[in-house]
C-alpha cells in the first residue's frame, strides 16, 4: 500500500487555501469537461469561470466510459471525444485558458495512462497543479499511486461517505491538496438536497486529516452550496455548470458568480 509517500508538487492549491482561510472564505470548485461545447468556448468557459470567482477549477479528461459520471458530465465527454479532444488537447486547452488559479486535472486512469510516462510532467508543464483520479483506490497498484504521488502535481484524494475513518486517515496521508468528500453514494448529477449523513461523514473526515476538505456530487444550488460549504473548506459544482455550459459560457458564468454568492454567505 503506498502510505505516506512524499510528493512534489507546486504548493500552488497549499497557497490558495491559506489564503482563503485569511479572509475567511470557502473555496468554489467548478468542474469541466475539456473541449464541452467546443474547443474555443471551454478555453472561454475557464476564463470566465476564474472571472467569476472560482478559487480552484477541475478540468475533466474526456473519456469514452465514465462510470462514475451521470448522464450530463457523460454527454459532455462524448460531446468533447466527438470533436477529436484527447488528453494532448486538454492540455492545449490548459495551456491556451492562462488561468492565474489552480487547475486540478480530473480524469479516469486510462487517458492518463496513454499519455505516456511523462504524462502528468507535462500536465504541470501545461499549467496544471493537480491531479484527481476517479478509479485508482488506495492500495490497488502501489506502483501507480506512486506515480502520481511523486508526480509534480498535487495528488487529490477521493473519500466516499462509506468509508471508515481509519481508512479516510490512510487514504488521506497519500494525497495532498485537498481531499475531496464525495457527498453521496452514485454517480455525479443534480440532486434536490444534500444528503442527511454529510454533517457526520464531513466531522469523520476532518478528524482524519489535516488537509482541505471539498465537497462534491450532487451539488447545484447556492443554497446547497452554501449548506456544503459550512461542513468542509470547499465546494465542488460540476454537472449544474456543465448543463449551464450546454446552453451558453454565459449562463454557466452566471450560474458561477451565483455559486459564488452562495458559498460566500454561509
Known amino acids: 500500500m503506498a502510505s505516506g509517500l512524499a510528493t512534489i508538487s507546486s504548493n500552488a492549491i497549499e497557497r490558495r487555501f491559506v489564503d482563503l482561510r485569511a479572509v475567511s472564505r470557502k473555496a468554489f470548485v467548478p468542474y469541466v469537461t475539456a473541449g464541452h461545447p467546443d474547443r474555443s468556448r471551454s478555453v472561454a468557459l475557464l476564463q470566465g469561470l476564474e472571472a467569476a470567482g472560482a478559487d480552484i477549477v477541475e478540468v475533466g479528461v474526456p473519456f ?149 476538505l471539498c465537497i462534491g456530487f450532487g451539488i447545484a444550488t447556492p443554497d446547497q452550496a452554501r449548506a456544503a460549504a459550512a461542513l468542509g473548506d470547499g465546494v465542488v459544482v460540476g454537472s449544474a455548470i456543465v448543463r449551464a455550459a450546454a446552453e451558453s459560457v454565459e449562463s454557466a458564468v452566471a450560474l458561477a458568480v451565483a455559486l459564488r454568492r452562495g458559498i460566500d454567505g454561509a
Open 64 to 212: 469514452s466510459d465514465p462510470l462514475a459520471d451521470g448522464a450530463v458530465i457523460q454527454a459532455s465527454s462524448q460531446t468533447a471525444l466527438d470533436q477529436g479532444i484527447r488528453f494532448d488537447q486538454v492540455l492545449e486547452i490548459i495551456s491556451e485558458a492562462k488561468l492565474s488559479i489552480p487547475v486540478v486535472l480530473f480524469s479516469y486512469l486510462n487517458p492518463l495512462l496513454r499519455g505516456g510516462d511523462d504524462a502528468l510532467k507535462r500536465a504541470a508543464e501545461a499549467g496544471a497543479h493537480g491531479v484527481l483520479v476517479t478509479d485508482l483506490p488506495l492500495g490497488a497498484d502501489p506502483q501507480l499511486e506512486t506515480w502520481f504521488a511523486e508526480s509534480p502535481l498535487d495528488f487529490i484524494r477521493l473519500v466516499a461517505p462509506t468509508t471508515p475513518s481509519d481508512r479516510m486517515r490512510q487514504i488521506a496521508q497519500t494525497g495532498s491538496g485537498f481531499v475531496y468528500l464525495i457527498s453521496r453514494l452514485g454517480v455525479t448529477g443534480e440532486q434536490a438536497s444534500l444528503s442527511a449523513e454529510l454533517p457526520t461523514t464531513a466531522a469523520r473526515l476532518r478528524a482524519a486529516t489535516s488537509l482541505p
